[in-house]
């Protein structure tokens, strides 16, 4: 199949560096001609120019039409903005990123289903672009249509994808886990207390499958590369920006300062206002609403922990439990 990638960032330029050692037809899109131009010149990965980039990069979008599969990978708050600029029916769309439109809580599926009746499909799981260009062996999940050829076309002796069934799921996970990485960042920033950072992304974890089960995931999805495996790496890489992100938090950064000043996209900071402004009323989410109001309403992170330990005790899994026994009756 040829490929048209859409977004010329790190995991953009990565994903069609990949597509074009396994030898197929690939072609990158950038936002401007600027852009384009300074990548065509430099031959050199944006965010890591010790990286080649061997395929060409156009700023016309149009050209896509001749392709058979857009890929998504531009922010998800720019998803919307490049999908009006295309005045052509695609094919079919595959979506690589993570994260929630705030204006109106949609997943990027859904943002796609608003503009065209194509084909779909998502590519999600533990796959830090630093990594992947490096040729480290690396795991991800793809659902949707065409599956089976995606996992055909992409897989190589040092990324391998797997066959998933749930949409929903992966899109929530891979969006998600990007919060409870803020928080994981927070931690360390704190003092790397392990005990802490177990505790948060455990629970973390429950807090995603909980929300995601809600609005029709598989619960069995977060046991997975794009659940638990994405979150894994998330929460402790050092090339994540979300944990980077929540332990400049810790260490007194300004965090609206620091999100004006990033280079690179903080979806976690976005995706957290989307949940809490979306659905904050509909499930019960602490984690996520204490990193909402660290992040906008300037909450100590000190405060936030305590207010977390000192919530009525629970049942561990209890929600999470009924859900599957109800289902499982059904």
Known sequence: MKYFVLGAGSWGCTIAQLLKENGHDVLLWAHSTELANRLNEKKKMPHLPDVALDVEVVSNISIGKEYDVLIIATPVQFVRGV??????????????????????????????????????????GPSHAEEVTLKLPTAVAVAGENKEIFQREFSNDYFRVYIHEDIVGIELAGALKNIIAIAAGVVD?????????????????????????????????????????????????????????????????????????????????????????????????????EIYEVIYNKKSPSDSIKCLMSRSLKVEMGEVKEWLEKNSKA
């Open 189 to 289: 920033g704190l003092g790397g207390w392990d005990n802490a950072k177990a505790a948060l992304i455990t629970r973390g974890l429950y807090e995603i499958t909980k929300f995601s089960a809600t609005f029709g995931a598989d619960p069995l999805t977060f046991m997975g590369l794009a659940g638990l495996g994405d979150l894994v790496v998330t929460c402790n890489s050092r090339h994540s920006r979300n944990r980077r992100y929540g332990e400049m938090i810790a260490k007194g950064f300004d965090p609206l300062q620091l999100l004006e000043a990033s280079v690179e996209i903080v979806e976690g900071a976005y995706t957290c206002k989307a949940i809490v402004e979306n659905y904050g009323d509909k499930v019960d989410m602490p984690i996520t609403k």
């Open 83 to 124: 999908l009006e600029r295309i005045d052509y029916k695609p094919k079919c769309f595959l979506n690589l990123s993570k994260g929630i439109e705030i204006k109106t809580g949609k997943r990027v599926s859904q943002i796609v289903q608003e503009f065209f009746d194509c084909d779909y499909a998502v590519l999600s």
